[in-house]
């Protein structure tokens, strides 16, 4: 029998499916006019359900689910292992499946908390780690690194998004990469690792002239993009039809 979280959940799936196909086939991307659109129909949707059910928790969940998604992905930007599209679509998932616990799919974060979505990304991680590990191999074996790449400033195209920052503090051009105890005092930067959309034309200009000029070597690290989508696409699903991996396994390891 139809329920309402079928809907919802539906909805997701169809998105997933369409992130999938065009993180891996089309063009490397998850555009802005599929997940916008999902985070406002999952955040608008729950309004209604609640108010016919009298449960304040469940007129703010579909925000609420948005909130700690948009969180943790933030978090995995941050980190240099996702994309901008890959935030985006998990926050839609959180939006759209706040909560998510029918008689078939016991997961222990949807029982009445707007949890799911750390259901999701658990079953995402753990479908992911053997593509991580095939990925790493490839990566240690050609000498490059799994999240980060170092290329040429001359090679480099709009759109690239740099895993440091190349600052100017008088005179002198320096780089840092975040992993230091303090950040340095500058007056200018000219690229910015938290900028999702990546290094502007006019930012890729300044760099290749700044190299031209001899003022700065020609190298720079950048974020390897690895795509997500499908990880986070097949985790949603696991969890819409059997529920949460990480869960099942520990239960069963307790239970011998």
């Known amino acids: 029998m139809l329920q309402p979280e079928h809907i919802p959940a539906g909805i997701a799936i169809v998105g997933a499916c369409i992130a999938m196909y065009t993180d891996l086939f089309k063009n490397r991307i998850i555009p802005n006019r599929l997940t916008f659109p999902l985070i406002v129909i999952g ?10 059910r ?20 933030y978090a995995m930007w941050l980190t240099g292992g996702w994309a901008g599209g890959d935030v985006k679509l998990f926050t839609a998932f959180g939006a759209l499946l706040p909560m998510f616990s029918p008689h078939y799919a016991p997961a222990p974060y949807s029982n009445g908390h707007p949890l799911f979505p750390i ?3 658990f079953n995402s991680v753990i479908c992911m780690i053997p593509v991580l590990l095939v990925c790493a191999a490839i990566c240690k074996a050609r000498g490059r690194g799994i999240l980060y790449e170092e290329t040429k400033i001359t090679e480099i195209k709009e759109g690239a998004i740099p895993a440091e920052t190349i600052y100017e503090k008088g005179k ?12 340095p005092d500058w007056d200018h930067t000219f690229t910015n690792p938290r900028v999702a959309a990546g290094l502007t034309r006019h930012q890729v200009g300044v760099l290749k002239r700044l190299v ?17 989508a499908p990880a986070l696409g097949i985790g949603l699903i696991i969890a819409v039809f059997f529920g949460d991996i990480y869960w099942f396994a520990l239960s069963s390891l307790l239970a011998l």
């Open 172 to 183: 002198r051009i320096g780089r840092y990469s975040g992993w230091g105890l303090s950040k």
């Open 212 to 228: 031209r000029q001899r003022k700065l070597q020609n190298r720079i690290r950048l974020k390897r993009g690895i795509p997500f």
């Open 43 to 52: 955040v608008i949707s729950y309004i209604p359900l609640g108010v016919y």
């Open 119 to 121: 259901t999701i990304l």
């Open 54 to 73: 009298g449960d304040p928790l469940t007129v703010v969940s579909g925000l609420l689910g948005a909130a700690i998604a948009f969180a943790i992905g």
